[in-house]
């Protein structure tokens, strides 16, 4: 009890001196609440970054864990029958329960442009594909379950394509002609993003539209991976039983093969960890410097103070408390600095224009971390005792009649 109430006792009289050293404090809260806000927000924009990075891996490979299944003859190298890959596939996603699955194969069709017919690669998929791959839309609607009806088949196309097309306006249902299948007409439902570096045409097609368009000839062409969207944490147990149960549905003839294929199946740590270290080190350095302005205020502060340390101790205040009283002016001070900080930081992350800026091209922006405010605040309160500690020490060590003749 008498702890809690010394400690109360403490902050009330270091706050009671701060008042009383309005210039000091103002001085103590801009160093520190600029460091705490640049430190607060540089972590909350290094968590957009990372789920920057995180979401372009996942487009790449398929969320943590997307398991790849391949089957092939290891004597001779060619493929199984399409239909019978098809049928074990699908049994053991509904065996296992697994929801998100998809085909994915890469073929090339014949397109009809206004000034003439081009080849251009067609990707097929399922619907689920764009929920696994986190695929980004520039206009119109991802596959859904209905396009599967179509008698007209949905594509969806990339800019560089629609471009070539004179880009009609979606909500008048633009049509393609695609002589090769043969003169099949398809409604583009919907525009990827081309990239600066892409500058060739491209369009993905359902599997189901491209079961019944397709040509005997093109339809032997194409040979689709299979992928499957699973927990992380049931992906081992989940590879080896769909392993088994697909190479048992198909016969001793196939070579059955299922491994991840997510970011975090190739790396034995974190694949961010270097930009985690970055991002702490530049937090970090810009923290140091607000603490270095921090003790040179405290020190010049303290000197002038000396006379009136002086006279409190030959009052009977004790080295102890001398000691902890100048701390704690600091940390109060720092504190305070800390909530202005962080809320600075929340400020400017979380205001629409730089949101919008940071987070382009992320589908799930993150929260303002939690973890950032409460390290800011953290580190302020650290800082504050640290730079406190020597300033303290030299009150300290004053002596009481230097102090007095001061």
Same mark, same amino acid.
């Given at each position: 009890m008498r702890l809690w109430t010394g400690l109360v006792g403490s902050?009330? %009289?270091?706050?009671?001196?701060? /008042? !009383?050293?309005?210039?000091?404090?103002? $001085?103590s809260l801009i160093g520190v609440a600029v460091a705490v806000a640049a430190l607060t927000g540089i972590m909350a924009l290094g968590a957009i970054a990372e789920q920057s990075q995180v979401e372009t891996m996942e487009r790449q490979a398929g969320r943590p864990a997307t398991l790849q299944i391949s089957v092939y003859n290891p004597m001779t190298g060619e493929s199984v029958d399409a239909a019978e890959l098809d049928a074990a596939f699908?049994?053991?996603? %509904? /065996?296992?329960? !697994?929801?998100?699955? @998809?085909?994915?194969?890469?073929? @090339?069709?014949l397109v009809q442009f206004p000034d003439g017919v081009r080849d251009v690669q067609t990707q097929v998929v399922d619907p689920e594909f764009g929920v696994m791959h986190r695929v980004q839309l520039a206009e119109g609607e991802w596959f859904t379950a209905a396009d599967a009806e179509r008698l007209a088949p949905a594509v969806i196309v990339n800019e560089n394509l629609w471009n070539l097309l004179g880009a009609p306006d979606l909500r008048t249902h633009p049509t393609v002609l695609l002589p090769g299948t043969p003169r099949v007409t398809a409604v583009i439902t919907a525009v990827t993003p081309s990239p600066d570096w892409d500058e060739y045409p491209s369009m993905l097609l359902l599997t189901s539209a491209w079961d019944r368009i397709a040509t005997p000839e093109l339809a032997a062409q194409?040979?689709?991976?299979?992928?499957?969207?699973?927990?992380?944490? $049931?992906?081992? %147990?989940?590879? @080896?039983?769909?392993?088994?149960? !697909?190479? *048992?549905?198909l016969g001793t003839d196939w070579q059955t093969d299922v491994m991840r294929s997510d970011y975090l199946a190739y790396s034995d740590g974190d694949p961010l960890l270097f930009l985690k270290l970055l991002v702490t080190g530049v937090a970090v350095l810009i923290l140091l410097l607000g603490a270095l302005g921090l003790v040179n205020i405290s020190l010049v502060t303290v000197r002038h103070r000396i006379r009136e340390i002086g006279i409190r101790r030959s009052f009977g205040a004790?080295? *102890?408390?001398?000691?902890f009283a100048v701390m704690m002016e600091s940390v109060v001070a720092t504190v305070v600095a800390g909530v202005v900080g962080v809320a600075l930081a929340v400020l400017i992350v979380k205001n629409p224009w730089v949101t919008e800026f940071v987070s382009q091209g992320i589908d799930d922006v993150p929260a303002f971390p939690l973890d950032a405010a409460l390290i800011g605040l953290a580190s302020a309160t650290g800082v504050g005792a640290l730079a406190g500690l020597l300033p303290a020490l030299v009150a300290v060590r004053v002596k009481v009649i230097d102090a007095i003749r001061y």
């Open positions: 902050v009330v %009289e270091a706050w009671a001196e701060l /008042r !009383i050293h309005r210039t000091r404090v103002l $001085l699908s049994a053991a996603m %509904e /065996r296992y329960d !697994i929801r998100w699955h @998809s085909r994915n194969a890469y073929t @090339s069709l194409l040979y689709p991976n299979y992928e499957a969207w699973v927990p992380l944490e $049931l992906a081992d %147990e989940l590879t @080896s039983r769909i392993q088994v149960d !697909i190479a *048992g549905a004790t080295a *102890g408390r001398v000691f």
